[in-house]
C-alpha cells in the first residue's frame, strides 16, 4: 500500500535526541551539588551530536508545551572538553544573557539568534569570545542586543550576580558603544535584520573585510556608498525594506558578483519609488551573475510587460526570449527564485524562472509562504490567507507541501497573533473530509500539535474558534487521544467564562461530548478531575437563567451522559453539584425538549447503577418524578425506558430501604410494568452500549421481579434489533448462563421466562448464522446511560 502524504517517519538521531532531552537524568546527566544538573564525566558529544540538543531543545521549549525548559541546560555544554557546539540556532524571548555566556568557550561557527529581544549588550561582549571561528552569525530581530540593562532605580550595594535582570527590558537611552566587529576575520555571513535606528550601520560594518552575503532588512541607512567596499566578494545582499532611492540602486549596480538580490518592500503603498523598465533593465544587464531577484511589493510601470497581444503563443514557458516582462528578455538562463509578490508582474504568462512568489496561483502562493514565513511574517500572513482562499474556494493540489508550510509557519510564529488566525483558518480547510484520505496519521498530529498550541497562546474569539473548528475535522475521541488530557483541559478553560462567545461555546461542548464518549473510564475520571462536571452544570445553570435550551444545553446533558458512564466518581460530582436540582429545573422549565430529556435521564441510569449512591435518589420527590416520565412518549421509548432503568436500579435494592410512604413501591411497581408492556420490542434505540454488565446484575434474582423484566427485555430489544453488535457482548459477558437462571427461579414471571428464552435463541440463531439480518442502523448519540 502507498505511503499517504506526510508519512515519512522519523530519524533514529531525532527520536534518540528528543528522547535525551526528555530524560537528561537518566541519560547523559547526573544530578549534583545542590540539585544542579551536571554532565555525566564519562561523556565526550561530538558537534553533530550537541549542535542537534541544542536546536532540538529550542523546538521543543516552543511547540511542545509538555516539555520544560532549564534554566542551567545551557551550561551542560559549557565545556568544549566534553562537549562541541557549532551551529546553534536560538529564537524569541527564552534566550537570556546568561545562556550565550554558558557556551562562549565553544568554537562556533555558526550563530543565529532570531528575535531574542531578553538579550542585552552583555551578549555582544559574549559574542567577541566567538571571533575567531564565527563564519555566519544572524542577530535578526534581536532589538535590545545594542542596549545595556537599564540600571535599578534605587541600589544599596554592588553585585556581581547580573542573572537577576536578565529578563529586564533593556532601555533605549543607553546605547552600547563599545561593540565593533573588530576580529572577526572568518565571518561571511550576517543578518543584521531589524537593526535599531540609532546603530549607525556603516560605521558598525566597516571593519568586516571578507562579507560574501548581508542581509540589512528593515534598516535605516543614510547612505549606502559603503556597501562597494564589498563589492568584488558579496554574492548576497538582501535590502528588504530598505527605503529605494537612485543612490541605493546606483550602489547596487556596481556589486557585479552578486547572485541573491532583494530590494523587495512590504507593500506598494508608503513609497514614491517606482520600479521602471530602465532600471529593471539595467539591473539584469549589469548584475550577470544573478540567480535570485526579489522585487516584490514594488509598484511596477506598466511598460514593463508585453501586450497581452504580443505575448508568446503556447503554455507558460521559462524560456528568457519568451518572457511577458521586457528587461528579464535580457537574461541568459532562467532564475532560479523571483520574488514577484505584491506586483502587478506575477499575473503574466510567460515569466523566466523556476520559482516565482506571487498571488496569481497555488504554486507562487506557496513559494511566497516558503520564501517569507522565517523572516517576514507580516508577508507570510497574507500569503496564508491566500492560500486559505484557495483551500475554500477552489481545491488545494498541493496538499502535502500546503499543511507542511502552514504547520512551519504558525511553529515559527507561536506569538505572532495574525498569522495564528490565518494559519488556523487554513488547516480548518486542508484537514476537511475532501483532503482526509490523503493525510497520514503523523501529519494529521501534526496538525492538531499546531492547533493546540494556539488555543494555548490565544484566548482570541477568532483564533479559539478557527482552533475548535479544526478539531471537529479528525475523528474523535480516536484522533485525539495522543494529546487526551491536554486537549480537555483546553476545552474546560475555554468554556470557563460566564459568557463566552456561542458559536465557540456550541463548538466546545459538542467536542467536550465526543471526547468522552467511547473511551476508557481511567480517561473519565481523569477528565472529572479536571472540574468537567462543574463545568458542564455551570453552563445548564447559565442556560436556565437565560430560559433557553439550545444545543449548548442539551450537548451539555449528554457530556454528563457520557463522563458519568461506569464512573462513580463522576456520578458522586454530579450530586455534589447540585445536579438533581438543575434536572428538576430543567424538566420543569423545558417539559416539551425530547432531547433532553433523554440525555438527563440517561444520566441519572448511570447515577442509579451505583449502589451507594441510589439512597440520594430515593425520595418522594425524585421517585415522583421518575414515575410520571414512564408514561413519556419522548424520543419513541427512550425517556420511559431510562426513567424505568434508573427505578429497576433502586427496586433492586429490596423494600427494606424503601421508607416511604408515598409513593407505595408497589404502586411504582405496577407503572414499571404497565410502562414495559406498552414499548414496541422492535423500537430502534438512540443508545450505544459497550458493557451489559449493569443490566446482567439485575436477572439472577428474585427481590424485584419487574427489575428482571425490564433488564430481560432490554436485552432482547437489543439483540434483536442489532444481533451483530449484541449479541456477541452478551455471549462475551456470560449472559446467557444468567438468563438459564431466570428460567430456573421460580419468581421470575412467566412472561420474563419468556423473553429470556427468546434473547437465548436469538444468541444461537447468531451463533450459527452471524450476519446481520436487518438493515437496521443504530444512531450513536452517546454511550449507554
Not at 539595467?282 to 506598466?302: C, E, K, T
Not at 504568462?349 to 496569481?360: L, Q
Not at 451522559?561 to 429545573?585: A, K, V, Y
Not at 430515593?618 to 412518549?633: D, G, H, R, W
Request: proline share 4%; hydrophobic share 35%.
Amino acid at each position: 500500500m502507498a505511503a499517504k502524504a506526510g508519512d515519512n517517519p522519523d530519524s533514529l538521531m531525532t527520536l534518540a535526541t528528543v528522547f535525551c532531552l526528555r530524560n537528561l537524568r537518566k541519560t547523559m546527566c547526573y544530578q549534583g551539588f545542590r540539585n544542579k544538573l551536571c554532565m555525566r564525566s564519562d561523556i565526550f558529544l561530538p558537534s553533530e551530536i550537541c549542535d542537534k540538543l541544542v536546536n532540538t531543545y529550542m523546538e521543543l521549549v516552543h511547540t511542545d508545551s509538555n516539555f520544560e525548559p532549564r534554566e542551567i541546560f545551557f551550561q551542560l555544554f559549557s565545556d568544549p572538553r566534553s562537549t562541541r557546539l557549532t551551529r546553534v540556532q536560538l529564537r524569541e524571548n527564552f534566550v537570556l544573557d546568561r545562556d550565550l555566556e554558558a557556551i562562549r568557550k565553544q568554537d562556533l561557527i555558526e550563530l543565529h539568534l532570531t528575535y531574542c529581544n531578553n538579550l542585552s549588550s552583555r551578549s555582544l561582549k559574549t559574542l567577541t569570545s566567538f571571533r575567531e571561528t564565527l563564519v555566519s552569525l544572524s542577530l535578526f530581530g534581536c532589538n535590545n542586543i545594542f542596549h545595556r540593562k537599564g540600571a535599578p532605580l534605587a541600589c544599596t550595594e554592588d553585585t556581581e550576580d547580573e542573572d537577576e535582570d536578565d529578563e529586564i527590558p533593556a532601555s533605549p537611552q543607553t546605547l552600547e558603544t563599545d561593540f565593533s566587529f573588530q576580529g572577526f576575520n572568518r565571518l561571511r555571513l550576517l543578518n543584521l535584520g531589524g537593526l535599531h535606528e540609532d546603530v549607525e550601520a556603516e560605521n558598525l560594518l566597516k571593519p568586516l573585510r571578507s562579507i560574501t552575503s548581508l542581509d540589512l532588512s528593515n534598516v535605516h541607512l543614510h547612505g549606502t556608498a559603503f556597501l562597494t567596499q564589498w563589492r568584488d566578494r558579496l554574492a548576497s545582499l538582501v535590502l528588504y525594506n530598505v527605503d529605494q532611492s537612485e543612490e541605493l540602486v546606483s550602489t547596487v549596480l556596481e556589486l557585479v558578483n552578486l547572485r541573491h538580490l532583494d530590494i523587495s518592500r512590504e507593500s506598494r503603498r508608503n513609497t514614491k519609488f517606482k520600479m521602471t523598465r530602465k532600471i529593471l533593465t539595467v539591473i539584469v544587464q549589469r548584475l550577470v551573475n544573478l540567480v535570485s531577484l526579489d522585487i516584490s511589493g514594488h509598484i511596477m510601470l506598466d511598460n514593463c510587460t508585453v501586450p497581452h497581444f504580443e505575448e508568446a503563443m503556447g503554455r507558460p514557458s521559462s524560456e528568457p526570449c519568451k518572457s511577458s516582462i521586457y528587461p528579464f528578455q535580457e537574461l541568459k538562463r532562467p532564475l532560479q527564485f523571483l520574488g514577484l509578490y505584491d506586483t502587478t508582474l506575477c499575473n503574466v504568462t510567460h515569466i523566466p524562472a523556476y520559482k516565482v512568489t506571487g498571488s496569481k496561483n497555488e504554486d507562487q502562493v506557496l513559494n511566497a509562504i516558503e520564501a517569507y514565513t522565517e523572516f517576514r511574517p507580516e508577508l507570510a500572513h497574507r500569503a496564508i490567507n491566500q492560500l486559505f482562499d484557495i483551500a475554500r474556494i477552489q481545491h488545494c493540489s498541493q496538499l502535502l507541501r500546503a499543511l507542511q508550510l502552514v504547520i512551519a509557519a504558525l511553529k515559527c510564529h507561536k506569538y505572532d497573533k495574525s498569522i495564528q488566525v490565518t494559519g488556523s483558518a487554513a488547516l480548518f480547510y486542508l484537514t476537511n473530509t475532501e483532503y482526509r484520505s490523503d493525510q497520514s496519521v503523523r501529519l494529521r498530529r501534526e496538525v492538531i500539535q499546531v492547533v493546540l498550541n494556539g488555543m494555548e497562546q490565544y484566548q482570541e474569539v477568532t483564533v479559539q474558534r478557527n482552533c475548535c473548528l479544526t478539531l471537529c475535522n479528525f475523528s474523535i475521541p480516536e484522533e485525539l487521544e495522543f494529546q487526551y488530557s491536554r486537549v480537555n483541559q483546553l476545552l474546560l478553560k475555554i468554556l470557563e467564562p460566564a459568557r463566552q462567545d456561542e458559536s465557540i461555546q456550541r463548538i466546545a461542548v459538542h467536542l467536550c461530548n465526543a471526547l468522552v464518549c467511547q473511551v476508557d473510564n481511567h480517561h473519565k475520571e481523569a477528565v472529572g478531575k479536571m472540574g468537567f462536571v462543574k463545568t458542564m452544570l455551570n453552563l445548564i445553570q447559565k442556560k436556565l437563567q437565560d430560559r433557553t435550551c439550545d444545543q449548548v444545553m442539551e450537548f451539555s446533558w449528554s457530556a454528563l451522559w457520557n463522563i458519568t458512564d461506569e464512573t462513580p466518581d463522576n456520578c458522586q460530582m454530579f450530586l455534589t453539584c447540585r445536579g438533581m436540582s438543575l434536572f428538576l429545573e430543567c424538566l420543569e422549565e423545558f417539559p416539551d425538549k425530547q432531547e433532553l430529556h433523554r440525555n438527563m435521564l440517561g444520566l441519572l441510569g448511570n447515577v442509579a447503577e451505583v449502589k451507594s449512591l441510589r439512597p440520594q435518589l430515593l425520595t418522594p420527590q425524585f421517585i415522583t418524578v421518575f414515575s410520571n416520565l414512564l408514561e413519556s412518549k419522548a424520543d419513541g421509548i427512550e425517556v420511559s425506558y431510562n426513567a424505568c432503568g434508573v427505578l429497576s436500579h433502586i427496586m433492586f435494592d429490596g423494600p427494606e430501604v424503601w421508607t416511604m410512604d408515598e409513593p407505595r413501591r408497589d404502586a411504582v411497581m405496577d407503572r414499571m410494568w404497565e410502562a414495559i408492556q406498552s414499548w414496541d420490542v422492535s423500537s430502534r434505540r438512540n443508545i450505544n452500549y459497550r458493557s451489559f454488565e449493569p443490566i446482567l446484575r439485575l436477572l439472577p434474582q428474585s427481590i424485584a421481579p419487574v427489575s428482571q423484566h425490564w433488564a430481560t427485555w432490554a436485552l432482547y430489544n437489543l439483540v434483536s434489533v442489532y444481533p451483530s453488535k449484541y449479541c456477541p457482548l452478551l455471549i462475551k459477558e456470560g449472559g446467557v448462563s444468567l438468563l438459564e437462571k431466570v428460567l430456573e427461579l421460580e419468581s421470575s414471571q412467566p412472561e420474563t421466562k419468556d423473553m429470556a428464552r427468546k434473547v437465548m435463541e436469538q444468541c444461537e440463531t447468531f451463533k450459527e448464522d452471524p450476519m446481520e439480518t436487518n438493515n437496521g442502523q443504530e444512531v450513536n448519540y452517546g454511550q449507554r446511560g
